[in-house]
């Protein structure tokens, strides 16, 4: 997990958005990081890599077990918006190196779409810290729902990520809050990041312990 919080600075936090061609992933990066989207039929491919960057305060952050949790947290968020042709493939890993959560992005309505998350999955989570609760599914409408509809809206996901959240997206049609999912992915990676610098100086201090102990008792046995 990246460990970035200047002296007296935000916290910074590396989110990146990935997907196949064609899903939405630079609509939801302009949403999210407050960019002007002007709209278009046409389609232009990321190629390969846009970075935007949003603040987001009062956050909620907390260590292990709630410990010191605290609110009025500010971030600054770095959202990589990757394009989704796998000709980039060289760059992924300079992209994925350091990232702090992950925004899945699919059209719910080409069927089957969500099946290609198990490639995105293996190439930029597996092998990582990254936990299910910090990666997201957005399964976005960038036109009016035809088959993704109810039920259908949400398809189910591969196993690799049943244990992350899966929202409804779009910035026409019914939605759910995504902004709000971006606000709470960030907070458990402070969490996260809060817990295992306690964690560090836990081991840290028992490790000077344990040195001062046996220089002690190594001066007593050679005072005998």
């Known amino acids: 997990m990246a460990q970035r919080r200047p002296a007296g600075g935000d916290d910074r936090v590396k989110i990146i958005i990935i997907g196949p ?8 990066a302009n949403f999210l990081g407050g960019a002007r989207d002007t709209p278009t039929e046409e389609y232009k491919e990321t190629a390969p890599l846009r970075i935007l960057e949003t603040v987001l305060e009062g956050l909620a ?4 077990g709630g410990r010191g949790r605290s609110r009025g947290v500010r971030a600054t968020v770095e959202l990589w918006d990757l394009g989704g042709n796998p000709r ?5 890993g300079a992209v994925k190196k350091a990232a ?18 198990n490639f995105w999955h293996k190439n930029f989570v597996e092998g ?8 997201l599914v957005f399964a976005h409408h960038s036109s009016a729902p035809q088959r993704a509809t109810g039920a259908h809206a949400r398809p ?22 995504f902004k709000d999912a971006l606000e709470k992915l960030v907070e458990v990676t402070l969490a996260q990041r809060r817990e295992a610098e306690e964690n560090a100086a836990i081991r840290s201090a028992d490790a000077m312990n344990g040195a001062i102990m046996r220089k ?7 005072a005998k």
């Open 128 to 135: 990582t810290p990254l936990t299910p609760e910090r990666c």
């Open 21 to 28: 061609p064609r899903s939405g992933k630079t609509c939801v």
């Open 156 to 177: 189910e996901m591969p196993p690799c990520l049943r244990g992350s959240r899966v929202l409804e997206t779009s910035l026409d049609f019914q939605s759910d809050n």
């Open 61 to 64: 952050a907390g260590g292990a």
């Open 216 to 222: 002690e008792m190594d001066e007593r046995l050679a």
């Open 88 to 92: 980039f493939q060289n760059c992924w």
């Open 100 to 117: 702090d959560g992950v925004i899945f992005v699919m059209n719910p309505e080409i069927e089957g779409q969500e099946l290609e998350l």
